[in-house]
């Protein structure tokens, strides 16, 4: 990875015009699709497989004029007047009249019909007047809204002064959020943290445009794709938080690591290659743990959270591939200048000792008293996470919005004159066809229903026209996101199986309030299994990354600890009301229901990029200073030594990154939207939290008192796992052994120290060889496991140890590339061994590996071998042959009839069984 990040950002560096062309026709052509096939949000929620969902499909089917969205309009009289006189039950009167002509309204209900309850307030002086559409709120053309909201106008202004008309219910619930310029706000203080950071204006506005590119082609995809998927509003201000906040930082990363190697003497090309390759990987990792967290969202079920974790998933992809490629381009504008302004040293004596900077100080307090220090944190933090033992979880309603908006309005007013259950009432419905009386049936049902505890009243009851299906619609005690309210859900549906026996319906339970706590219920459902999830994911990748066992228990332990206070504190605003002014808060009570295991997903990410940036640097150092029969007091010293110098050298990066993430997500918490604000805060707080608190002063006093058992990894543990190069290792290799057998070296294949094994079986161990272009090299052995091993791992297609360099490229670094270029030929145990053989020279190679050449020795296939690899030779004159044999002097004398009489043989020795 790490070489091809290097090789990539070469590239990039050297063809900036072309880079930086070829990202602006993409958000061209992405800007072009959006806005010609661009179909706009749809806010619609639905779960399938739940009752509520069945239950709006069935009325869909058979009560059509039941199974829309609604709206309602409530009228206050002035002064206390009776609703039920003139000049307002004319004018309510002629208003229905009006309504029931506009487009896309199926019904309307008469708030004094003898057939409907409770849609006049006890006083008198207020009356609901309901409206059923055709549709969810989003099939509501905008032209019935604007000619449902000149009805409304129309009605105020024929009612005496100081009457009070307000629209309101479903179908004005749900706002659409956009970008406000308080949101800008968050990019100018990014902006001034990377001039601090960078000392350079130029330099600091490199990471904020590679990051609104992304963030642009991310948000013209997004809105591309509602022309074949349903996608909600919250989704594209969602990921443009992240694609902002991952794109500033990632960049910062790859600029940080390239400004200080040119401040160091390196040139800025090499020195863009190798920040690529080097920070760059660490970009890679990060960015696959915030996509693998968004993609589980999916975990819940539920297909708009599914589509906003993609969305956003897409967004963070685009910004790694935009720091990886157009990053380095744009160093290459800047060629020598991205050095920047020194940084001033003041004078001191001679006698005077080196100024320490504030991480060194801080490093060296936290590791001195590591325990009072875990102590203070874990406290600090249980504290903070006491609030989210209250947290409530609902989907957004019109009592979110705020207080100047019309909806927002009508739902305070509903609440006051008839009590809050009327902003969401529950429908029951069910097949009544085999009843022989469904009017009579509906009015037992309704009275059976009226007194369970927690019904304020039944406001209809009815069968359809065809009589085959009826409904009860209820109005609760309590408001739709009361926790009272969810538990009456739970009550009526308890009831099914009774109500089937005494009535013979098979009730289920629905509506727009119904639907919302079957998605709360369902999302608080899987916070517990998409938890395990990422904490399980963080303890696999972070071993992976680490080589450790402490250090993924103490990463994955402090994003707990992050993630909770985080919910702490975003429940002490909108549950407890504390700061709620101060932010904008419009009302306290329930939180998006989506909230928590969008905060989990997004924070685990986010959190393990601050671990991977912070510890891998103490790694690094540790592993480099480390030595052989250090006693434990100086392999402790040594560990001590490396999480303060690995601190040191990271902490300003960190520092810089957490406070322009903290800066971009804080940015939308003043005027955001209602559904996005909550999010926003537990990000902001959680990225302060996890970078600050966790990662800055928990973990160096936890790798303090771990010393060096932080890096205990288990030896079979360390075979089996992967090895994920996150510190650009493969790049820093590579340009140490650039002259490595010698400058240009003309040797096709040259090793050194090459090792092979197979579990605990040493196949191959310290070999060395030199194969010139156009040579050839038998190797043989007692046991013929040990060549073949030799000769994949020279292939590409084994793990060795050591340094080797085929066809110019070191291995293990450049695999990939050997593999691609270096032919195999497997002959042992094949059935048409010169065909095979044919097979891997057709692409004409320039190395060609042959393992059991032995087989065509005999006289029935030495001649046609022979002829095919002198035809090979002639049209490619420096091809090179590897071979493994057990009779070393017959395969060189079928490589000198070939062409090849200069033959040499390498006898090596395998530490095993030689038949196991």
């Known amino acids: 990875m790490s070489t091809f990040l290097y090789a990539l950002g070469l590239w990039s560096y050297r063809h900036s015009w072309r880079v930086l062309i070829a990202w602006l026709l993409l958000l061209g052509l992405g800007g072009v699709g959006a806005v010609t096939l661009g179909q706009g949000t749809d806010n619609s929620f639905s779960i399938p497989g739940t009752e509520s969902q069945a239950g709006i499909e069935q009325l869909n089917r058979t009560f059509p004029q039941a199974s829309g969205t609604s709206a309602q309009m409530i009228v206050v009289t002035a002064g206390g007047a009776q609703i039920e006189g003139e000049p307002y039950s004319g004018a309510i009167a002629d208003t229905i009249s009006g309504l029931e002509d ?40 905008p032209a019935t809204k604007d000619a449902l909201q000149a009805v409304a106008a129309e009605l105020r202004d024929a009612l005496p002064a100081g009457s009070q008309v307000k629209l309101g219910g479903d179908l004005f619930a749900i706002s659409v959020p956009g970008v406000t310029l308080t949101e800008a706000v968050g990019l100018i203080i990014a902006l001034l943290v990377l001039i601090v950071t960078f000392r350079s204006f130029v330099v600091a506005g490199l990471p904020l445009m590679t990051a609104i590119i992304g963030v642009g082609l991310s948000m013209a995809l997004i809105f591309l794709s509602t022309a074949f998927a349903s996608i909600s509003s919250t989704t594209p201000l969602l990921a443009l938080m992240l694609g902002l906040a991952v794109g500033i930082d990632y960049a910062l990363f790859i600029v940080a690591r390239h400004q200080d190697q040119v401040r160091s003497g390196v040139a800025p090309e090499e020195s863009a290659a190798r920040a690529t390759g080097t920070a760059g990987s660490a970009v890679v990792f990060a960015g696959m743990t915030v996509l693998i967290a968004l993609i589980g969202l999916s975990f819940a079920g539920i297909p708009f959270l599914t589509t906003m974790g993609i969305a956003a ?23 020598g200048r991205v050095a920047g302004r020194p940084r001033r040293v003041k004078k001191r004596k001679a006698t005077a000792e080196p100024r320490r900077s504030f991480a060194t100080r801080w490093v060296g307090l936290v590791t001195n008293h590591p325990i009072v220090t875990t102590v203070a944190v874990v406290l600090t933090l249980g504290i903070m996470a006491i609030p989210a033992a209250s947290l409530a979880l609902a989907l957004p309603n019109a009592g979110m919005l705020p207080e ?33 009386d469904p009017v009579g ?12 505890p927690g019904v304020e009243l039944v406001a209809l009851a009815t069968p359809n026209m065809s009589a085959d299906t009826g409904i009860v619609q209820l109005v609760p005690t309590t408001a739709p996101d009361d926790p009272a309210t969810a538990e009456l859900v739970r009550e009526l549906r308890a009831q099914h199986d009774r109500w089937l026996d005494e009535y013979g319906v098979d009730i289920k339970v629905t509506g727009f309030t119904a639907v919302a706590i079957d998605i709360s219920d369902q999302l608080g459902a899987a916070l517990i299994p998409f938890g395990i999830f990422v904490v399980g994911l963080s303890l696999v990748l972070l071993t992976i990354v680490f080589r450790s066992i402490a250090v993924p228990i103490k990463a ?22 504390w700061l709620a002014d101060v932010l904008n808060v419009t009302r306290t009570g329930p939180i998006i229901s989506f909230m928590p295991i969008v905060l989990m997903g997004v924070l685990f990410g986010l959190a393990m990029d601050y671990e991977v940036f912070l510890v891998s640097r103490m790694r690094e150092d540790y592993v480099h200073s480390r030595k052989q029969g250090a006693t434990p007091a100086e392999a402790r010293s040594i560990a001590l030594g490396a999480v303060k110098s690995g601190f040191t050298s990271s902490a300003r990066v960190v520092t810089a990154a957490a406070l322009i993430m903290f800066s971009v ?25 996890d970078a600050f608190l966790v990662r800055m002063t928990l973990t160096p006093a936890v790798m303090a008192l771990l010393g060096d058992r932080a890096w205990w990894l288990p030896r079979w543990l360390q075979r089996t796992l992967p090895h994920f190069d996150i ?35 040493r196949l191959a161990d310290d070999v060395a060889l030199r194969v010139e272009r156009g040579d050839a090299l038998v190797v043989t052995a007692k046991d013929a496991r040990g060549p073949r091993s030799l000769l994949l791992a020279l292939a590409g297609r084994a793990a060795l140890s050591g340094q080797a360099r ?69 049209a490619t004159p420096d091809l090179t042959l590897v071979v493994s044999s057990m009779h070393p002097d017959a395969a060189r004398a079928l490589l000198a009839d070939a062409g090849w009489p200069g033959t040499s043989v390498l006898d090596i020795t395998v530490h095993a069984d030689p038949d196991p």
């Not at 402090?558 to 009301?577: C, N, P, Q, R």
């Not at 290799?733 to 079986?761: F, K, M, Q, Y």
């Open 441 to 452: 049936l509906m009015d037992d049902l309704a009275a059976d229903v009226e007194s369970l």
């Open 556 to 577: 994955a332990l402090g994003y707990l600890l992050s993630v909770t206070a985080a919910f702490g504190v975003v429940a002490a605003v909108f549950e407890w009301g």
């Open 313 to 335: 998933a897409v967004a963070v992809a685009i910004a790694v591939l935009v720091a990886l490629s157009l990053t380095p381009a744009m160093l290459g504008f800047l060629k």
């Open 102 to 141: 506009l487009n896309g309204i199926l019904a309307v209900t008469d708030p004094f019909s003898q057939t409907v309850n409770g849609q006049v307030s006890d006083a008198g002086d207020a009356a609901i007047v309901r409206m059923q559409f055709d549709g969810q709120a989003t099939d509501v053309p």
């Open 806 to 874: 085929v066809g110019g490229h070191l291995l293990p670094g450049r695999a990939a590339w050997v593999r691609t270029h270096v032919a195999v030929a497997l002959l042992d145990g094949s059935a048409q061994p010169v065909q095979d053989l044919r097979r891997a020279l057709n692409g004409r190679p320039r190395i060609l590996v042959i393992d059991g050449v032995d087989v065509l020795i005999p006289d029935s296939t030495h001649d046609r071998a022979a002829a095919a690899l002198r035809d090979a030779a002639a």
């Open 665 to 689: 997500f804080a940015a939308f918490v003043p005027e955001g939207d209602a559904s996005l604000k909550p999010i926003a805060l537990g990000l902001a707080v959680g990225i302060v939290i």
């Open 727 to 761: 510190e650009g290792e493969a790049v820093v290799r590579e340009l140490a052994l650039a002259d490595w057998p010698e400058p240009n070296t003309t040797a096709a294949i040259v090793a050194e120290g090459i090792g092979v094994s197979a579990g605990d079986v």
């Open 404 to 436: 100047e908006n019309e909806a927002r309005q009508s739902y305070d007013l509903v609440a006051e004159e008839f009590g809050p259950g009327f902003n969401g009432p529950i429908i029951l419905t069910g097949t009544i066809v085999t009843s022989t």
